[in-house]
């Protein structure tokens, strides 16, 4: 069976740090493209961040500089460090895998940023 599990997220004051992952069953890790999206109540879900089977990373202009993504081939997971937490960061976080022939969800991880 194919599946994506989050884990990770939680409540951190603006400025603080989580780190997310992502472990992934039933598939050729390496031979999918993971990213991790997010959205916020209200709002479509974006993109944050994605990663190549290769390691090639790519990242929202909102999160530059200050979320990094990797992945563990061997671990078959996906991580996404994020940094300098900000309240506009607040957002269920949902796991990404696509091939050429499928994509791939999550169930998410809510990541909330308050004081």
């Known amino acids: 069976q194919v599946q994506l599990v989050e884990s990770g997220g939680g409540l951190v004051e603006p400025g603080g740090s989580l780190r997310l992952s992502c472990a992934a069953s039933?598939?050729?890790?390496?031979?999918?493209?993971m990213a991790w999206y997010r959205q916020a109540p209200g709002k479509q879900r974006d993109v944050v961040a994605q990663i190549s089977g290769a390691g090639s990373a790519n990242y929202a202009d909102s999160v530059k500089g200050r979320f990094t993504i990797s992945r563990d081939n061997n671990k078959r997971t996906v991580y996404l460090q994020m940094n300098s937490l900000k309240a506009e960061d607040t957002a269920i976080y949902y796991c990404n895998a696509k091939s050429l022939f499928t994509t791939i969800w999550g169930q998410g991880t809510q990541v909330t940023v308050s004081s």
């Open positions: 039933g598939m050729i890790f390496s031979d999918y493209t």
